[in-house]
């Protein structure tokens, strides 16, 4: 199991990116991802975190798969840094 942290650029209110984060929920889960939190950055609001678990290359695909819906949520996907952690 990975944990991914993402970090990440903006364009829309929080609120506005995590409706669409949230409605994404089910298609995330059915795809093996669990979402650990998210949450937004208290000195940029257009900065945010988002950790989540998943098999390997199973994140890589969720995003291949849905990034029309990724980037209507107003997220950046070019400023996104991924880190990727494994459990000892």
Known sequence: METHVLTFTITKPFG????????????QKASGITSLYRGVSKSDPSKVCA???????VM????ADNTD???????????????????A
Request: hydrophobic share 50%; glycine share 4%; net charge negative.
């Open 16 to 27: 506005e990116w995590a409706k669409v984060y949230d409605a994404s929920a089910p298609f």
């Open 51 to 57: 950790v989540m678990q998943a098999e390997p290359g």
């Open 60 to 63: 890589e695909q969720f995003i």
């Open 69 to 87: 819906m990724i980037v209507s949520s107003g997220h950046v996907l070019e400023s996104t840094v991924s880190e990727v952690f494994l459990s």
